[in-house]
């Protein structure tokens, strides 16, 4: 049974900081691109940050470039990502997804930035 397990969400004022993880199981993590993607309320889903399988190459959205950073544990079967200079445009629904030839989903968590 696959499973994307995201924890890490919360309230932070601007400028703070939160570390978001994603335990998976249920599959070949190592073999799977991880992501992260956000929705905040009235909006489309958007994608955040992605990592290949083997960690050698990422990508960010514009909005969080410099800011956020993705990583895995290949050996943990996790990826994290960690977010600095929070904004309150950051308050959204974090998602992690796992892909290869087909999508998982974890179920997300929370994370709101206001003073």
């Known amino acids: 049974q696959v499973q994307l397990v995201e924890s890490g969400g919360g309230l932070v004022q601007p400028g703070g900081s939160l570390r978001l993880s994603c335990a998976t199981s249920g599959f070949t993590f190592s073999s799977y691109a991880m992501s992260w993607y956000r929705q905040a309320p009235g909006k489309e889903r958007e994608l955040v940050a992605v990592?290949?399988?083997?960690?050698?190459?990422?990508n960010y959205a514009d909005s969080v470039k410099g800011r956020f950073t993705i990583s895995r544990d290949n050996a943990k079967n996790t990826v994290y990502l960690q977010m600095n200079s929070l904004k309150p445009e950051d308050t959204a629904v974090y998602y992690c997804?796992?892909?290869?030839?087909?999508?998982?989903w974890g179920q997300g968590t929370q994370v709101t930035v206001s003073s």
């Open positions: 997804s796992a892909v290869r030839l087909r999508r998982y």
């Open positions: 990592m290949t399988s083997g960690g050698g190459s990422t």
